[in-house]
C-alpha cells in the first residue's frame, strides 16, 4: 500500500521547486548557469530555464503516480511500496538540491562548490538506490530491465542484489569525486560503468544458465 504521507511530501517538494522558481525569478540575472563540465566550464542559459529544472520535479511526481498504474506487472509495486515511495521523495529532494545550486550559482556566483556538491550529490542518491535495490520487485518501470530480468523473476532477483551492491559501489566513488576533483572524470566512468554494465552482463549469464537447466 502507498504511504500516503509521502506521497504527499513528494509532491510539496515538487511544488516547492516550482514556488521557488517563480518567486525569485524576477530577481535571477538574463543569464543563469545551467550545466557545468568535468573541467570546470559552465554553460549559461536564459534565466527562465530554471522553470524547466523546476518543472521536472512536478512532472516526475505525477510519472510516479501514473506509471506504476499502467505498468502490467503493476501489483508487484505492493510488495515494495514503502521502498518505491521513499525513492520517490528521495528523487524530489535531489532534484530540488540541483534547482537551488542553480539559483544559488546565478545570485551569488562562487557560493557553492559545485565539483564537490553535484558529485556528492549524486553519490549518496546511489549509495541509497544501491540499499533499496534487493527490495525491488520485478517490473517494467523500475530498476534494471533487461530482456532476461523480465523474462525471469529469479534473474530479476539474483540481478538486483548484485545491482545494489554496485550502484553502492558506484555512489561510494562519486562522494571520492567530492573530494577529490581532478580525477572526477575516470572514477565518475568506472563508477557509471559498475552501476550499468556489470548487472546488465550478469542478468544475460544468469538467464543462459537458466534456460540450459530447463
Not at 502507498?2 to 516547492?16: D, E, G, H
Request: with cysteine; glycine share 8%.
Amino acid at each position: 500500500m502507498k504511504n500516503r504521507k509521502l506521497r504527499i511530501l513528494t509532491y510539496v517538494l515538487a511544488l516547492a521547486g516550482v514556488l521557488l522558481a517563480a518567486v525569485l525569478c524576477p530577481s535571477l540575472p538574463e543569464q543563469i548557469p545551467t550545466h557545468w563540465d568535468m573541467d570546470g566550464s559552465v554553460t549559461y542559459g536564459s534565466r527562465y530555464t530554471i522553470f524547466i529544472t523546476a518543472g521536472m520535479g512536478l512532472l516526475f511526481a505525477v510519472m510516479f503516480d501514473v506509471l506504476p498504474k499502467i505498468d502490467p506487472r503493476r501489483q508487484n509495486y505492493e510488495k515494495f511500496g514503502s521502498f518505491y515511495d521513499l525513492f520517490c521523495v528521495l528523487m524530489e529532494l535531489f532534484l530540488l538540491m540541483i534547482n537551488g545550486v542553480m539559483i544559488t550559482e546565478a545570485l551569488r556566483p562562487g557560493t557553492v562548490s559545485v565539483p564537490m556538491v553535484i558529485p556528492l550529490g549524486v553519490g549518496v542518491l546511489f549509495v541509497i538506490i544501491g540499499n533499496f535495490m534487493p527490495k525491488f520487485k520485478s517490473n517494467f518501470y523500475m530498476g534494471i530491465k533487461t530482456p532476461w530480468t523480465l523474462s525471469s523473476d529469479e534473474v530479476w532477483r539474483k540481478t538486483h542484489r548484485l545491482g545494489g551492491r554496485c550502484f553502492f559501489l558506484s555512489g561510494l566513488l562519486f562522494i571520492l569525486c567530492a573530494f577529490l576533483p581532478e580525477s572526477v572524470l575516470p572514477v565518475c566512468v568506472i563508477a557509471v560503468l559498475i552501476a550499468c554494465f556489470i548487472p546488465g552482463l550478469m542478468s544475460f549469464i544468469w538467464w543462459r544458465q537458466e534456460q540450459k537447466k530447463a
